[in-house]
């Protein structure tokens, strides 16, 4: 197998165009497809601003800058992604989506092609069995932003070979990232862990524990986070939780992966966090405010 040279990215979405850019930024050719002009446009644009960004924090190179757009290819063509040597999936969580994405790429592409999905909950391994290639097939899960934050999980799955498992570790590190290995388990290392955590934050809330605002700076002030929990669930998204805590609930059957009724009921009311402009926080005033959610 040669070496990885030439990158595919499935999907310009917050994650889609972090991947994006930081593969580019380290050099490599990069391809990156989306459904139509409108998700590309909006995932370029914000590709440009965040090298800006980094530009004048003196943390790149303005050359640097440049080097990293013009290594950047932006199409809405499927077929497109065909002479990459490593297409890395970034699409909704949705199994049936992503198979049928990987069954149409499957067929394009050359044998040697990597596949990779950016799965933060879903199993490779029902993945790479829609393929002809489940031996060429593994996670590479990101974390949001993903230019700054320096992990990826690396998954392997049951079928997974040997040297696609060491050609991908290489290729993280070669982005600068520091890769950590995860067996192929719904929500691997970090979010394992992560989302009960998250979850018993908002059934402390509906408990009545405490506010929203306290239960944050707890966690904050008494032991060391950036930020609180019910501010990071709107961070990540409200309605993005759920379906990857549902999806782990599917999995593990156990009660601490279940998404409460509130967070459910925020769901469905709209309140999705920063995207929607309203979650456990009112983003319309500076700072946040703490929603009456009526508990």
């Known amino acids: ?13 917050l994650m889609g165009s972090g991947i994006a850019q930081t593969a580019a930024t380290a050099g490599f050719p990069t391809v990156v497809r989306d459904v139509d002009a409108g998700p590309l446009s909006k995932g370029q644009s914000a590709i440009r601003k965040s090298l800006d960004k980094l530009v004048e924090k003196a943390k790149l190179d303005p050359a640097a800058r440049e080097s990293a757009l013009e290594c950047l290819t ?3 063509e499927l077929g497109a992604l065909a002479g990459c040597d490593l297409i890395v999936e970034a699409v909704t969580e949705d199994l049936r989506l992503k198979n049928e994405l990987w069954r149409t790429l499957d067929a394009a592409c050359a044998s040697p092609t990597i596949f990779a999905s950016n799965t933060s909950s879903l199993s490779i391994g029902d993945m790479a069995a829609a393929t002809a290639r489940p031996d060429r097939f593994i996670g590479l899960h990101f974390f949001n932003p993903v230019p700054l934050m320096p992990l990826v999980e690396v998954v392997r799955a049951v079928t997974t070979s040997r040297e696609v498992f060491e050609h991908t570790m290489t290729f993280a590190r070669r982005l600068g990232k520091e890769p950590i290995v995860a067996r192929d388990r719904s929500g691997f290392v970090v979010n394992r862990l992560l989302v009960p955590y998250l979850l018993d934050a908002v059934r402390a809330l509906e408990q009545g524990v405490a506010s929203a605002g306290d239960l944050d700076r707890g966690m904050q002030l008494g032991c060391g986070h950036p930020m609180g929990p019910l501010t990071l669930l709107d961070f990540v998204g409200l309605d993005t939780t759920v379906r990857i805590a549902d999806i782990m609930f599917d999995e593990y059957r156990e009660a601490r992966f279940a998404p409460p009724p509130l967070l459910r009921r925020m769901v469905a009311s709209g309140l999705h966090g920063r995207k929607s402009g309203r979650g456990f926080y009112d983003y319309a005033s500076q700072p946040p405010t703490p929603i009456d959610l009526g508990l």
Do not use: K, N, P, Q
């Open 74 to 76: 932006f199409t809405t």
């Open 1 to 13: 197998m040669s070496e990885i040279s030439r990158v595919g990215v499935l999907g310009c979405g």
